[in-house]
Every structure is written in C-alpha cells, then in structure tokens.
C-alpha cells in the first residue's frame, strides 16, 4: 500500500485525488488530510478514507473539527504550523493541493523527507522555484507536476533529453473574453470575468483565465520546473483544449499531449506514476471535434503574459511579487474596487516598486524572504490601489 498525504483535501484538486483513492482502497494508505474551513468535509473524508492526522489551517476551528472526530481515533491539529507539520509526516506521495502561497512552507517540507510531491500549487514554483527545486535535489524527493499543462510537458519529455528540446508550446482557452474588442476591457464587469467559455471552476481561477493571469504563473511555473529559457516558452490560443501543451524538439519534430479537460487525468498520472492505470474519464471524440485551431494571443488584450516574461527574466524573487500582487488585485477586483484591466496596471506597478528597493529581489530566495516579499507586495498593491480610487 501506498502511504499517501493530500494538503488542500477539501478543495477541488484535493477532491479530485480523493475521488481517484476511493476507486482503489486497496493501494492506498492515507496519512495526512489537511483542509481549511469546510470542516464536515474534512471531517468526513479522514472517517472515510481512515486517516491518522486530519489538520485545519485554521487555529479558530479547532474545536469545531475535534467534536467532528471526537471518538474517531483520527488525530487532530489546527493552525498554518500543523499543515506543515502534517507535510513531515512519512508518506511516500503527497498532493500539494493548497491555494495560494500558503502552500510553500507544506511543500517545502514535504521535499526536506525526501518523498514525491505531487505539485498542483503552482505558487510554490512561480515564488520560490529555485529554492524548491534545490530542495528537492538535495533530499532526493521527486515533484511530479499536476498542473494539466506541465503534466503534459513532463509526459512528453518521458525518455527525451531535455536538452533537445528547442521550443514548449503551453496552451490557453482564452477565457471569457476572448472574442471582445480589446476596448471593452474596461468595462468588462465580476460577472462576465467569472463567465468561462468552456468550463466551471472556482471563480478566482475563471477571472485569471479570462485575463490570462493563470497562464502567465504557468509559464514561470514551467522555466523554474523545467529549466526552459524564457524564449524558449509560448503560449498559443487553443479555444478546443484538448491539446495542454506541445514540445518541440532540435529535431523539427513535436510530441503533443491530448487529453480530456478534466484535472483527474494530470492527478492521476501522478498517483499511479511510473505506470499507467486506467481512470474514469470520458473518451474523446476526434471526428466530433473535427477540427483544433490555434492563434497567437494578443498582448493588448493579455498583458500578463508580457509581464511574465518580464519575470521570466528578472527572476530572483519577482516571481513572489508578482503572485502576490495579482493575488491582491484579483481580491479588489472581486470586492469592486478596481477595473479589470487596472489589474495589469497596478501588478506592473506594485513589480516597479518592489524592484527599485535596493537588493530586495535579487536577496538569496529563503522561506522567510519569500514570505516577506509576499508581504511588502502586498501592502504595495493596496497603497496603489487606494491612491488610484481617490
Ligand atoms: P480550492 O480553492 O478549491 O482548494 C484549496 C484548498 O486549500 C482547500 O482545501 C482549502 O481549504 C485549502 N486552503 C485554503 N486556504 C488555506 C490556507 N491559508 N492554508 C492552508 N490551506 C488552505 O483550490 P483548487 O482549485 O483545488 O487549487 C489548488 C491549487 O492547485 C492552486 O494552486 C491552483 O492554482 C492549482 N491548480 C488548480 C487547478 C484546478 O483545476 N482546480 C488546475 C491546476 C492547478
Ligand atoms: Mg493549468
């Protein structure tokens, strides 16, 4: 049996990877369960999937999931130190399914016991990329991506040298704006940023499609994983996605990896890695589709992809600035308190001043310089975005 740890069980990766164990109760061994506020949930899932720890990140609910436990014989813990915690737990497979830059300190950990880290919290790469991936090397840990566009990019480097490969292609639906005059931007409103063309997801995750955000963590997140050059990266319009990423080699020839659109083929091609086992996703239908189509996405309308290439080259700690302020923006976008295209303006911004302080980006990347960048970024976002409502 495999002794498996899923940070973030409550969320939809975590749900999703769950799904996938208890179709094979017999290969696995769940360790650690972490969740956040859903606490029935959590709860539930650590009496079904018989856990030894169950963790809330959140110190306030501890009462609340020790009665949910209470005569279980699950263990119980609360607060940002047990999740942690709960990442040093042995198990030999542990999903990183936390949102946010909450997420590095428990994948940090996970790597120093030297186990597989199932990587969906594309945070941890995009703030601290080098630094984790140190860590993974000097503890001989492993990180499988689960972000559906580097799974496909891992999958297509499987018995390839990386060092043949001359271009990756990552792709992108386009969002919910795809087909609007770049003019309309400004005006575009919560409700139709959180409309995504051809799929739901949480509505965080929809706003960063429609804008691209989401696309521009996953090209920083494939250079610090992959060890790409900036140039060496594009990301093309791909409306059908079916096709998440393609990777070209010196050769002139492409290994493109096609899938369904559901996060369960990437989590479970992580789960049963090195082997392959069947999982419950619908077949695709080729003739159906008919056609694929592809163009080129235009940096008027995405100027996040622009910023990330800045990043890409800037490197340092401008990968924790640059989360942590869209993180920010994306929060007054929600609350109303900035237009959609001002997000753009003020996460260039929030890069600007952050940079001009001296040594502060290019400081040695630790846990705790990550966390104080996230921390003055952030405070840099809201003086910005304050000084532009009044
Ligand atoms: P989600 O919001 O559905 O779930 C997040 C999980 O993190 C929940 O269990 C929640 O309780 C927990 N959490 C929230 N705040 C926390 C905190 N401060 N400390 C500890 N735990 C906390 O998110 P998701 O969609 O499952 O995404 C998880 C990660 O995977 C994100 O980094 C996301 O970018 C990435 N990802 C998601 C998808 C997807 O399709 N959902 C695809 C690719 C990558
Ligand atoms: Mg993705």
Redesign the pocket.
């Known amino acids: 049996m495999k002794r498996v740890s899923i940070l ?7 749900q999703n990877t769950l799904d996938l164990i208890r179709r094979s109760p017999e290969r696995f061994d769940v360790v650690a369960l ?5 606490i029935r949930q959590l709860a539930e899932d650590a009496i079904e999937f018989n856990a030894d720890l169950a963790v809330t ?1 959140f110190d306030d609910l501890a009462e609340d999931l020790c009665l949910a436990l209470a005569g279980t014989g699950v263990e119980v813990a609360a607060g ?1 130190d047990a ?1 942690t915690e709960a990442a040093a737990r042995p198990a030999q497979w542990i999903m990183s ?4 830059v ?2 590095l300190p428990p994948s940090f950990e996970a790597l120093k016991q030297g186990t597989t880290l199932a990587l ?4 941890s790469l995009v703030t601290a990329g080098q630094l984790l991936m140190n860590t993974a090397r000097q503890n001989h840990a492993r990180i499988l991506p ?3 566009e580097h799974s496909a990019i891992y999958q297509s480097l499987v018995g390839e040298d990386v060092a043949a490969v001359d271009r990756v292609i990552i792709t992108a639906s386009g969002g919910a704006f795809r087909e609007w005059p770049v003019e309309d931007l400004a005006n575009a409103t919560l409700e139709q940023a959180s409309a995504h063309p051809n799929w739901d ?2 509505q965080r ?1 929809t706003i960063d499609s429609a804008s691209m955000f989401n696309k521009a963590l996953e090209v920083i997140e494939a250079r610090e994983f992959f060890g790409f050059r900036p140039e060496q990266i594009e990301v093309l319009v791909h409306p059908e996605s079916i096709v998440h990423a393609m990777v070209g080699f010196c050769d002139g020839g492409f290994m493109a990896h096609i899938g369904p659109h559901d ?1 369960r083929h990437a989590i479970g091609y992580a789960l049963n890695w090195p082997q392959r086992e069947d999982l419950p996703l619908e077949q695709l239908d080729f003739a159906a589709l008919g056609q694929l189509t592809f163009v080129h996405p235009d940096l008027q309308r995405y100027p996040a992809l622009r910023l990330a290439r800045e990043v890409m080259e800037r490197r340092g700690l401008s990968g924790a600035v640059f989360n942590a302020a869209k993180e920010r923006c994306l929060d007054h976008f929600i609350a109303g308190r900035m237009g959609f295209v001002d997000m753009a303006r003020v996460i260039e911004d929030v890069l600007n001043d952050i940079s001009s302080s001296p040594g502060l980006i290019d400081a040695e990347i630790t846990l705790d310089q990550v966390l104080h960048v996230d921390h003055l970024s952030r405070q840099s976002a809201d003086r910005l975005v304050k000084e532009r409502i009044s």
């Open positions: 973030g069980a409550t969320g939809s990766i975590g972490t969740g956040g506020r859903n990140a940002a999740v399914a936390i949102v946010g909450a997420g969906a919290n594309k945070e689960v972000d559906s997801m949480g995750i996060m």
